[in-house]
């Protein structure tokens, strides 16, 4: 039996709740009785002496992770901004231009004999003369933004679980995207420009990631999946209003697309460094202790402030080890290593960081390969914006009642099928164009639930010492996928199957890899590796029980 005192609502004139008591206890009010939880044959878990102090669900933990959640919608439009600043503009023949024929196409007609449909400056296809230049060219700079990404990612995700925590490196994270994106708009060639894209994307490659694991680290674990279902929906809201800039944009130069997008993400970067809290779970982990209690402080309900424990109640659950000397050895390799010797945390990375590179090169390659289809980008594009929010409401409604794998595959699945089909039927009527772009957009709606939901399912796979680094990892292999989407998908203009066809095989393959993980629906977070091995030995014996028709011995 375990018996933990708690101080009642007439105690909250002690300044320091949650400290160890001290002497001047002894003159409080004697007539308030504290409350006693008295937990029998079980013990008390980390998580649930986190939801005793500071409620299961409440309206500060609410807002915090909209607050945090709404860095998505700026992720959104930097990633899929490439769509219309590097679009390949529509032309025509001049009128005095009589041996000009478009079919003959544009690189074999002599320059003064066609036009753009728009200014020059709407496009940096236009204004830097890239029609000509190859998909390598045209596609270099969304390909070094992803590649930023994946090397932002790598190098900057052991970060936010050691020296600089969740809330620092979002911000960071944050800042250095936004100001890399608004340089870019003086860029003055290509090359200058897919520069600054890749330096762009090194800051946005822990941006959800950090958002993601911040959110879900305040709330009790009934509410993680659907607060993590917050991000996405955010993410739905930025890329649903790129296409809508982008139309009231049309005809202005590209670079003002860039500065609607960026300044709003400087000003939202300085307002979550004042406003925001820090994860307690990092913040007890790294034994800041101290910034732990004021952090439970600051985020409980009012329900819940009669329940501020000591400190000693979190007991020696988690081993503490020296700030310093671990925040040098916390990097990218020594995270790796970490893996390395977990010889089930190595298998689970890897599985997972397999089936996010499929998913990756559908969910950002469908969106760059569709105005290759005969169908209007903007409408195009907004229609795939649109699909995110069934996938999102899906994950939100599904996440707590349905198996993680059986839901990744499922539209795994479907999403290569479609994708496949896409790339193999001709838009030789309106009728095959209309369909055509019907399974684009059922393809990247499962794309879209498969990777929402991967992003739950990783966060459930890890505990909190690498659960922010495993998650980048995923999300890192996600954008690796993607760094062949926009060279894939310029030489889809010619023939589908190059795109489309590509996209569909790889995530179909790649999801098998979801064989090999463990379901954790209904699990709760573990904080050390140690622990997760103990759960994980546990659920073997479990399996060993219900084999031999024991489990109820």
Known sequence: MYLYSITSQHKMTDPNPLLPPSSHAADADTEAEPKVIVLKNKKTSFDDKIEICIGNFGWKQFLQAILVSFAWVFDAQLTFISIFTDANP??????????????????????????????????????????????????????????????????????????LGRKNLLVISCLLMSLSGLLSVF??????????????????????????????????????????????????????????????????????????????????????????????RWLYVRGRKQEFVETLKSIANLENRG???????????????????????TNLFSTMKIFWERAWAFRRLAAVMAIGFGTGMVYYGMPLAVGALAFNLYVSVTLNALTELPASLIVFFLIGKLNRRIL????????????????????????????????????????????????????????????????????QAVVFGGVFSPILSAAGRKNGLYSFGVFGVTIATCSMFVGCLPETMGGAFCDTLDEEEEKNERRRGYEVLINHGLENV
């Not at 025509?92 to 004999?113: E, F, Q, V, Y």
């Not at 753009?116 to 700079?141: K, N, Q, R, Y």
């Not at 800039?245 to 000003?267: D, K, Q």
């Not at 329940?307 to 050895?329: H, M, Q, R, V, Y």
Request: charged share 10%; glycine share 8%; proline share 4%.
């Open 90 to 163: 529509t032309w025509h023949c001049n009128s005095t231009a009589a041996a000009c024929k478009p079919s003959a196409g544009i690189c074999n007609l002599p320059r003064d004999s066609w036009s753009w449909d728009l200014p020059a400056h709407s496009s940096i296809i236009s204004e830097w003369s890239l029609e000509c230049a190859g998909s390598f060219i045209t596609g270099l700079p969304a390909s070094s933004f992803f590649m930023g990404c994946l090397l932002g990612g790598l190098l900057l995700a052991p970060l936010a679980d050691s020296s």
């Open 187 to 280: 860029s003055p060639n290509v090359w200058i420009y897919a520069a600054l894209k890749f330096l762009c994307g090194f800051g946005r490659g822990t941006i959800g990631t950090c958002a993601l694991v911040l959110s879900t680290e305040i709330v009790g674990k009934r509410w993680r999946g659907q607060v993590g279902i917050i991000g996405f929906f955010c993410f739905t809201f930025g890329f649903l209003s790129l296409p809508l800039m982008a139309f009231l944009n049309r005809g202005s130069s590209w670079r003002i697309l860039y500065i609607w997008t960026c300044v709003p993400t400087i000003i939202y970067s300085l307002v979550i460094s004042f406003s925001v809290h820090e994860s307690p």
């Open 307 to 329: 329940n501020l424990i000591t400190l000693s109640f979190f007991g020696s659950s988690i081993e503490l080890s020296d700030p310093k000397a671990s925040d040098a050895e």
């Open 408 to 475: 990744i595959l499922g539209f795994a699945l479907i999403s290569g099928i479609c994708s496949v089909l896409c790339g193999i039927i001709k838009d030789d009527n309106e009728y095959l164009k209309e369909f055509q772009i019907g399974l684009e957009l059922v393809s990247y709606f499962s794309a879209a639930t498969a990777f929402n939901a991967l992003l739950i399912y990783t966060l459930e796979l890890f505990p909190t010492c690498v659960r922010n680094s495993a998650l980048s990892m995923v999300r």
